[in-house]
């Protein structure tokens, strides 16, 4: 008793059970493979479709190949989806009551949150993967080198972990997977309205002070900034878009100090 009670006992054993939950959720996306595909397969489709339909009607900034200009936008629409995964796996467990089974058993109690926050982790890994393939073969590359490109993987990487705790309370909170599944398409608004597929200079200043201030703007220009990739913020611009990379870790801090002890603290009583 006396390992588990210290803070480093704790701890281990947090993450041991929390890797065993990861486990169990790739297990079971391995029994719904037809999940895995939509998930590779949408980040393509959306690279298709905006990049050579849209594309064609759109300027990019100062010039440049509009593709190259969308990439960036697209790899912070797939981060952004995090919460959304995470919120209807929490909300179908909570509803069909394995929440309940797993409070029962001698389990630590941030290790269910952690196992969908790591699963999701790496589920966005390989939907970054495929976006990647799909934006070189379509003509997209970084042009800064291997440590600036890094960074922007690891910033997407970074706040998708913080979005998901996001979806781990949203869930928590919701208990019904059905209501989790109608509230999907309130993600769409959020990446649309962005600097993710065209300029903000366009918009009417209200919507563009929001659209500026929008953490996918954020995300968008600061793998723009680390690619060297066209449409990187320049000029007199929202202080997001003028210090992106900052801003980024800003709302990732944020959202991880929010967000972890609201799910831990829902997770707890969710059943009660």
């Known amino acids: 008793m006396t390992v588990l009670t210290s803070p480093l006992g704790r701890l ?56 190259e200009y969308l990439m960036p936008g697209l790899f912070a629409m797939v981060t952004f989806s995090a919460w959304l995964g995470v919120m209807g796996r929490m909300a179908t467990d909570a509803s069909r009551g394995v929440m309940d089974r797993f409070r029962s058993m001698p389990m630590a109690r941030l290790a269910v949150p952690f196992g969908q926050t790591g699963a999701d982790l790496l589920i966005g890994l390989l939907m970054l993967a495929a976006m990647v393939a799909t934006g070189l073969l379509v003509g997209w590359q970084p042009h800064r080198g291997l440590i600036p490109t890094a960074g922007a993987f690891l910033l997407m990487t970074l706040l998708r972990y913080a979005l998901s705790w996001v979806g781990v309370y949203l869930g928590l909170a919701v208990k019904d997977e059905q209501v989790a599944d109608a509230m999907v398409p309130l993600g769409l608004p959020i990446t649309m309205l962005s600097n993710a597929f065209v300029p903000t200079d366009g918009m009417p200043a209200w919507l563009r002070f929001i659209a500026d201030w929008n953490p996918v703007s954020a995300l968008t220009a600061a793998a723009r900034e680390l690619f060297g990739n066209p449409g990187a913020p320049s000029g007199d611009v929202a202080w997001p878009l003028a210090h992106p990379v900052t801003a980024v870790l800003l709302w990732s801090a944020a959202l991880l100090v929010i967000f972890v002890p609201l799910s831990l603290r829902a997770y707890t009583r969710t059943g009660r």
């Open 12 to 67: 281990r054993w947090t993450l041991t059970d929390g890797l065993t939950l990861v486990g169990r959720e790739l297990s079971r996306l391995r029994q719904e493979p037809g999940q895995v595909v939509a998930a590779l397969v949408f980040p393509v489709i959306m690279v298709v479709l905006f990049g050579y339909v849209f594309g064609s009607a759109i300027q990019v900034p100062d010039g440049g190949d509009y593709r």
